[in-house]
């Protein structure tokens, strides 16, 4: 026959082998804590009595805990459930690690009320059971709830229960831990991932794979995404504008217009006008109003190219530009607000330009924001082969020609310096290809192509002194010229030498007659000859002749 003590054990065994059934199962169904732990709370107080189940866990300073998982309580009572370690009977359990088992909470000084008041209880005697919850042998949380004391069902029963409920979930908040974990750890290579498919993007245009492009290439697009003004610093040929484009594509102003100017490629006297536009009647010739590159450019990327040659008075109006954010046209008096984010480039060293009293040290600031040096193609390691391979295939297809490079124009075109950088070198394989006998290009035409390149005499900088001096000497020099005709003066244009200083301003009036004709008969009145002779562009000769009065043709 079986006795009440018994039957109430069967069923004790009965319910708890439900409650861990379902605890398993839903275990098994579902590794995600927020949904799994409140079901297995859920469970133990439906079927086991076991009521306002919570699981309790410390912060990130691992010293305040919080009610992280419950069920049965409001969630103002959830909220109000924090402790400090030690506090109360759920920080002593954390503190300790050992089981509290409270019988009747009214007689217990130590117990709080914290999340449930007592008037929310039922009258009877209701009992609180702490269990730690473990990880190797650590307590990482606490599992708690109330209990009605006077209950068939034995204490030691549910105690018994809630250790090894406080077990599966001390492994439920394992695996969301691991899960946590590879997580981070899948978004870290997911983020390498995109950083180098954004890199593999941009070596579509920015051809290279040694380290220090890499690193110009990681910075360019890290920044791309703010409106801070960027300064592109690197020697002529190193693809500065590329560098801009691929800023501004990167950017949250991709969808807006890129407007591109080089500073050095107009004569200074429109350059106002080009980039801050005109009014109608500003000056002669100007039938209409007009719009500049800066207001082309609102919305989206000014890109200043050379911004070194830009002339002083300019520089101010440019400074007003980046504080202001406004403009007014050449001959207007109207503010048009601008949203643009600059761009510039330079091969200069504007802060040896700053300190010459060439370039204005507020607008230096202004422009330095961010500084981005590209490295020279002599810095690239590996770098040559691969845009030397890519220039020869594209240059094959533009030719219509089959050609290869013979053993040894790799390592011959590694060892050559590249002063003028990825330009020159795409030059030179555009003229191997188009030079090139028979089915290859061999080291020999290489060699003889090198060669003629080096002799062109490359000066990283110019002072006026030196300039003349190589003059004097009959040194060959090619500046690059920067027009500058004022227009009301009739000084002649600005000769710019590399990136130092520029040919001071000559009146024409003060330039030799007997010289010029002396040069002209020499060179039987060939003007590009003469011009080169005497150091100027052809331009500027035909200018000088023509205020002159000199005939060219007297002398041919």
Known sequence: ??????????????????????????????????????????????????????????????????????????????????????????????ETGRVCVMQNIDEEDGFLFRAVSR????????????????????????????????????????????????????????????????????????????????????????????????????????VANSDATIMLQGESGTGKEKFARLIHTHSSRANRPFICINCAAIPEHLLEAELFGHEKGAFTGAIRSRAGKVEAANGGTLFLDEIGDMPLELQTKMLRLLQ??????????????????????????????????????????????????????????????????????????????????????INRLDSYPWPGNIRQLENVIERAVLTARGVSITSAHVEHILHDESQIERYPTFTRESVTEKHARGVRTEPVFTAHVPMDSYSIERATFGNG???????????????????????????TEAARQLGL??????????KLGIDKTRYC
Do not use: W
Request: charged share 25%.
């Open 1 to 94: 026959m079986t006795t009440p003590l018994l039957r109430h054990k069967s069923q004790d065994i009965n319910q708890d082998t439900l409650i861990l059934s379902e605890a398993a199962h839903f275990l098994g169904s579902s590794l995600e804590a927020d949904t799994t732990i409140p079901a297995v709370l859920r469970s133990l107080s439906q079927l086991a009595g076991l009521n306002r189940g919570r699981v309790v866990l410390p912060d990130a300073d691992h010293q305040t805990l919080r009610i992280a998982y419950s069920y049965g309580l409001q969630p103002f009572e959830k909220a109000r459930g924090v402790y400090q370690r030690g506090e109360g009977i759920t920080g002593s359990v954390m």
């Open 119 to 222: 008037e929310v209880l039922p009258d009877d005697v209701v009992a609180f059971i702490a269990v730690p919850i473990l990880l190797d042998e650590m307590p990482v949380g606490v599992l708690a709830c109330h209990r009605l004391r006077n209950r068939p069902r034995g204490i030691q029963t549910d105690l018994h229960l809630l250790r090894i409920i406080a077990a599966m979930i001390g492994q439920i908040l394992r695996i969301k831990e691991l899960i946590k974990q590879r997580t981070e750890r899948l978004e870290h290579q997911n983020s390498a991932l995109r950083s180098a498919l954004e890199r593999h993007k941009v070596q579509d245009q920015i051809l290279g794979n040694s380290s220090k492009l890499k690193q110009a290439l990681d910075e360019a697009i890290q």
């Open 324 to 409: 202001e954010r406004s403009l007014q046209r050449v001959g207007g008096d109207q503010e048009i607000p601008m949203d643009i984010r600059v761009l510039t480039a330079t091969h200069m060293d504007l802060q040896q330009a700053v300190n010459n009293g060439d370039f204005r040290l507020d607008l230096f600031y202004r422009l330095n924001v961010v500084p981005l040096r590209l490295p020279p193609l002599r810095e690239r390691e590996g770098d040559v082969a691969l845009l030397a391979h890519y220039f020869l295939n594209m240059f094959n297809l533009r030719h219509d020609r089959q050609l290869s490079f013979d053993p040894g124009v």
């Open 501 to 527: 200083g520029g040919r001071p301003y000559q009146r024409v009036v003060d330039s030799d007659p007997e010289q010029l004709v002396a040069v002209l008969r020499s060179a039987r009145g060939n003007k």
């Open 537 to 546: 562009s052809p331009r500027q000769l035909s200018y000088r002749l023509q």
